[in-house]
Nanobody, 122 residues
Framework: QVQLVESGGGLVQAGGSLRLSCAAS???????MGWFRQAPGKEREFVAA???????YYADSLNGRFTISRDNAKNTLYLQMNSLKPEDTAVYYC?????????????????WGQGTQVTVSS
């Protein structure tokens, strides 16, 4: 079993920055970790993923504004979000999965955190 606990969400003005963290416990050596988000009235969507090796994958829509990283020694995942826009408002979820392939669909991930709210005001 894996437990994922997100933190770092909050209210920020457009153009601002936030850094999300996700602490993983239980099973270690998680190969693939990532972030999804769900805006009100919308489906959950892939944001970014990172392999234990450091290889990163992003949603095309982010245009380089977000950076995913991880500290394997601390079993912690991060998401640095810059130049935030009101459309980034969502609940952000930390995820992990078994296997070696990065997935971009929510069905690909079998462990989810409880989510952290990010609200960007205009």
């Amino acid at each position: 079993q894996v437990q994922l606990v997100e933190s770092g969400g909050g209210l920020v003005q457009a153009g601002g920055s936030l850094r999300l963290s996700c602490a993983a416990s239980g099973r270690t050596n998680l190969y693939i970790m990532g972030w999804f988000r769900q805006a009100p009235g919308k489906e959950r969507e892939f944001v970014a993923a990172i392999k234990r090796s450091g290889d990163t994958y992003y949603a095309d829509s982010l245009n380089g504004r977000f950076t995913i990283s991880r500290d394997n020694a601390k079993n912690t995942l991060y998401l640095q979000m810059n130049s935030l826009k009101p459309e980034d408002t969502a609940v952000y979820y930390c995820v992990t999965k078994g296997g070696l392939q990065v997935g971009r669909q929510q069905e690909d991930y079998n462990y989810w955190g409880q989510g952290t709210q990010v609200t960007v005001s205009s």
